[in-house]
């Protein structure tokens, strides 16, 4: 039984999220299509309505977004047709008095919330509207605080008067948007398929689909085969289940972490690091610290990580550090090396590249050459880096500053043709 009452009050808690979303995605609404989109009864429909009449996005005036014959619901309507279905209810359900009590944390939760006087107030007023008797205070507390419970075991947690809080939901739930941009939001986490982020955008996807989405639900599987993303993924995605989320909780909670790294000639060694930031770059994560044993900052490829431990060694976040000032000067995410000035030639074939995409912050076009030809000056450090994207133009560019750097790719394409020979 106390099954089947959580699973109905899951149910009013879930279509109430569902319609308030819908509705505030729309400036206006024909009836019918509201109730065949959302496919609820008018009566829910009525009900979720009475309950949003306070914000001002979806009710002004005591007009709401919803139309019927071209003429807008009007409040006066919602309450005929409610009141004229509860003539004979002396009281409210205890269903639907948590779904009150929902809609009333969900419309006070970014005002701060509300203290107990105020819930006090709701319960009052649902009994009056319900021709219930009236219940002494200590009644409609002990009425409170179950229904509290009721809706945290579904998995809506309420933060409690304490430390200066009030009585507000912890909201897990996504901001209201526009409809075109939760569709963005939505198509945007296809982006982490087989990543790191592959078991969290996956459980968004899912949440937005039941709750945000509903009247997207049948598109969204013909959006997962019409959208794909192309580029380096994990074979095994599950194997990092909760590296990430470790190592967050580390820069979160300032405590240093012990991992396992693997290096790619398959040796491992044993670190310990207090986190300072992470990196993605181009869809593979880093990890940035303070390494106390070399005392000197380290970056570590999260994929390598092969196991990781929160330590209970806490640490003060240096004042001084900047990621991005410590990463300004940096080809990509390592920092290791002294500032270089680099010069490069680009041939006319992929030199309009370069005036629509910035590679690093420092890059200059310095000269537009009459055959199409373009200099273009860098001012990095992470050498290593840039000459591997320096070998991926192929022909295409010429290295002309540092001397260094040149012979470095020179002696690369030597072994290169030795080995294609």
């Given amino acids: 039984m106390a099954q089947n009452q959580q699973s109905r009050i899951m149910y009013v808690a879930s279509q109430a999220v569902a319609v308030h979303q819908y509705l505030i995605a729309r400036e206006r609404v024909d009836e019918e299509v509201a109730l065949a989109e959302l496919g609820i009864s008018r009566s829910d429909l009525y009900r ?16 709401f977004n919803v139309f019927r014959n071209d003429k807008r619901l009007t409040d006066k309507q919602l309450d005929e047709a409610i009141n004229s279905g509860n003539r004979h209810s002396k009281g ?101 398929k087989d990543t790191l982020l ?55 909670e300032q405590k240093a972490l012990q991992f396992q790294y693997l290096k790619l000639d398959g040796s491992s060694m044993r670190r310990t690091l207090e986190p300072l930031g992470l990196i993605c770059k181009r869809g593979v994560w880093y990890l940035v610290g303070m390494d106390r044993k070399h005392n000197k900052y380290k970056t570590f490829r999260i994929d390598q990580i092969a196991s990781v431990k929160l330590l209970q060694q806490t640490y003060n976040y240096p004042e001084y550090f900047n990621l991005d000032t410590y990463l300004n000067n940096s080809w990509g995410v390592f920092n290791d090396d002294e500032l270089t000035k680099v010069i490069i030639r680009f041939k006319p074939e992929v030199a309009e590249r370069l005036k629509i995409v910035r590679y690093q912050d420092s890059q200059v076009i310095q000269e537009i050459q009459p055959d199409g030809s373009i ?19 192929g022909d295409a560019v010429e290295v002309i500053s540092p001397q260094s750097l040149r012979g470095q790719i020179r002696e690369q394409a030597k072994k290169m043709l030795a080995l294609y020979k």
């Fill in 48 to 63: 979720q309505l009475h309950n949003l009449k306070d914000r001002p996005e979806i009710c002004k005036k005591g007009r």
């Fill in 92 to 192: 409210p359900h205890p269903i639907e008095r948590v779904l009150y009590l929902y809609q009333y944390l969900q419309n006070h939760t970014h005002s701060g919330g509300v203290d107990l006087t105020d819930l006090m107030s709701l319960y009052r007023h649902v009994i009056w509207e319900s021709e219930g008797q009236p219940a002494a205070d200590d009644a409609l507390k002990r009425m409170i605080y179950r229904d509290i419970k009721e809706l945290e075991k579904i998995h809506i947690p309420i933060t409690r008067p304490a430390n200066g809080q009030r009585y507000a939901l912890i909201n897990t739930f996504l901001p209201k948007m526009k409809q075109e941009h939760n569709i963005l939001m939505y198509v945007s986490t296809l982006l982490f």
């Fill in 198 to 252: 592959d078991e969290s955008t996956s459980c968004v996807r899912d949440q937005m689909e039941k709750v945000c989405h509903s009247h997207l639900a049948r598109n969204t599987a013909n959006l997962q085969k019409r959208v794909r993303v192309v580029g380096d993924t994990l074979i095994n995605p599950g194997s990092f289940c909760g590296v990430l989320e470790t190592l967050i909780n580390g820069l979160v």
């Fill in 375 to 393: 200099i273009v000056e860098y001012k990095v450090s992470g050498l290593i880096e840039m000459k591997s994207w320096i070998m991926q133009w």
